[in-house]
């Protein structure tokens, strides 16, 4: 209906129409229009607005008319109405913002047309800023559509033929899947939708061959290069689901009964304020952060954790920063000898240099000697968060050696692990403006490196992201067999997600081919530009 019209302008969108010549309509309490169009432009399309709108009664300005005030008779200027900042040109049901005054030269050509007759017609908006969609009558999908888009939710029998398809996991499916939340634009479309739905992408199903032909190279030749390979590096430009897809590879592993270890947001471990502290050793720890990880780990591998038995050998490596305790030791050991030949060059005796005190190395293993399985380490990192940050150390290096459950490590955002933290330290002033960089970090230290290969019965994989482009990052010099690039939709993908956001009933107007045409191209096939389009036509 008319109410539901109203097409939402931006300040940015309206700085847009002003610099060059636009089309618009603006709805006047739902009882008059007042329309715009490109100065010496006849050319309305196909749109049904030509059908009840003469040309006599269309006002035409340009950017320049519209910007420059005119004179009244006396002298005194007219004021161009601007939209007040974070306003909203249009004013409707939902109270979006006010509508602009206009003076008696702009509204001398107001149409007649009423509510009534503006709810038997379609309006029509061309921005040159933005994809174009012409908005007309209310379409319902058939069954056939509907069933053209979907998918089985579980993704173990998803093949090529559901490229393009959607799959939706229920509320409870998907807090069982993803106990530590999800990234990516695609939450954006799941606030709209209220659905937790994704699509079949080729580069998912490819990621997922990836990960069987890795397990079954590793335990056929472990020196084939896909055995060897350091990591899987998802690559590509910002919004065109790098997350989607890693978050696919874990919903799918987790389906398939793998023990995952999935990091959604690695750029909070280097950027949000949590307790960072430095320990005795040079590092600094984040307790409450590994608690957190701890505590995902168990929500999502309870049931793995308390099958798997602890390696004995490979238990108690670590002190209580997270740091290997032999380098520990070592270090230590070389800190006392320099503070013994100082006391020795200022002449003391040897009675005083052998009471030179060696600092102690802390460890859980003093508290928990023998773990009988893995949800014993981890339970008891969250129990005593003190030793939280060695307890997810440990946790994660005995993972490297199970042999029993494929293992999938998983961290989105991991370029984050390669730049300058927000954390302070007088250390770092001269090498690096005073900024803690992430490998002196415990927990970041843990995941940063390319040991993929060292994964006795699994793999990981790491994803880039660009969700804050206020951030410059150094191109990582990452081995181009181990970069998966993520590309756009093809147009098929596109004409399915737009059919899929009218089945969602976030767009409820009919499209035809030549409206997704358009949107593919001008947002070049990225998801995020084709979301934001439905966005800014909702």
């Known amino acids: 209906n008319a109410e539901s019209w109203g097409i939402r302008f931006t300040e940015k969108m309206w700085r847009a129409c002003r610099a060059s010549c636009f089309q618009a309509v603006r709805l006047n309490g739902g009882a008059t229009h007042t329309i715009l169009r490109p100065a010496g432009s006849t050319h309305w399309g196909s749109s049904p607005i030509a059908s009840f709108v003469p040309d006599s009664q269309v006002r035409t300005f340009s950017a320049k008319k519209l910007q420059q005030p005119k004179k009244k008779a006396g002298g005194d200027k007219a004021k161009t109405p601007q939209p007040a900042r974070g306003k909203s040109m249009v004013k409707g049901e939902d109270d979006v913002g006010d509508v602009p005054k206009m003076d008696a030269t702009m509204t001398e050509d107001l149409l007649p047309v009423t509510a009534q007759e503006a709810e038997q017609h379609t309006v029509s908006t061309i921005l040159d800023m933005f994809p174009t969609l012409r908005f007309r009558a209310p379409h319902s999908l058939s069954s056939d559509q509907v069933e053209s888009i979907l998918a089985s939710s579980n993704t173990l029998n998803h093949t090529e033929a559901d490229i393009g398809r959607y799959f939706t996991l229920s509320a409870d499916e998907y807090s069982k899947m993803f106990p530590e939340g999800a990234l990516g634009h695609i939450q954006e479309e799941w606030s709209m939708t209220n659905k937790h739905s994704w699509m079949v992408r080729k580069q998912g199903l490819e990621l997922v061959q990836l990960m069987k032909d890795t397990l079954q190279a590793k335990s056929a030749d472990p020196a084939s290069p896909l055995a060897t390979r350091p990591v899987t590096y998802l690559d590509g430009p910002r919004g065109v689901g790098k997350s989607c897809t890693l978050q696919y590879a874990v919903l799918w592993a987790r389906q398939n009964d793998w023990l995952v270890s999935y990091i959604p947001r690695a750029a909070s471990w280097t950027l949000d304020p949590h307790v960072v502290m430095r320990a005795d050793t040079g590092m600094f720890v984040q307790p409450e952060l590994a608690v957190q990880y701890l505590q995902s780990m168990i929500a999502a591998n309870r049931d793995k954790l308390s099958q798997l038995k602890v390696k004995t050998d490979q238990y108690g490596l670590f002190e209580v920063s997270g740091q290997w305790h032999h380098i520990v030791k070592s270090n230590f050991e070389a800190l006392v000898q320099r503070n013994k030949e100082i006391l020795r060059s200022k002449g003391f005796s040897q009675a005083v240099i052998d009471r030179v005190p060696s600092p102690a190395i802390h460890s859980m293993q003093s508290r928990l000697p023998t773990p009988e399985n893995l949800l014993q380490i981890a339970e008891f990192g969250v129990t005593d968060q003190s030793f939280a940050v060695q307890a997810a150390r440990e946790l994660l290096h005995q993972l490297y050696f199970v042999k029993d459950v494929p293992v999938l490590i998983a961290i989105d955002q991991a370029n984050y ?17 005073s900024m803690v960089p992430p490998r002196h970090i415990s927990l970041c230290n843990a995941f940063m490196d390319f040991d993929s290969h060292k994964l006795v019965n699994g793999m990981k994989i790491m994803a880039r992201s660009e969700t804050n482009p206020r951030k410059q990052f ?44 358009r949107v593919h191209v001008s947002n070049q096939g990225n998801p995020l530009g084709v979301l934001q389009t439905a966005r800014v036509i909702v």
């Open 474 to 517: 150094e191109k990582m010099d990452i081995p181009q067999e181990c970069v998966m690039p993520i590309s756009p939709y093809s147009m098929e993908e596109t004409k399915n997600c737009v059919t899929y956001y009218q089945h969602s009933q976030l767009l409820d107007i009919d499209v035809d081919s030549m409206d997704i045409a």
């Open 417 to 433: 692990f390669y730049r300058l933290s927000d954390y302070l330290s007088l250390e770092f002033e001269r090498t690096s403006r």
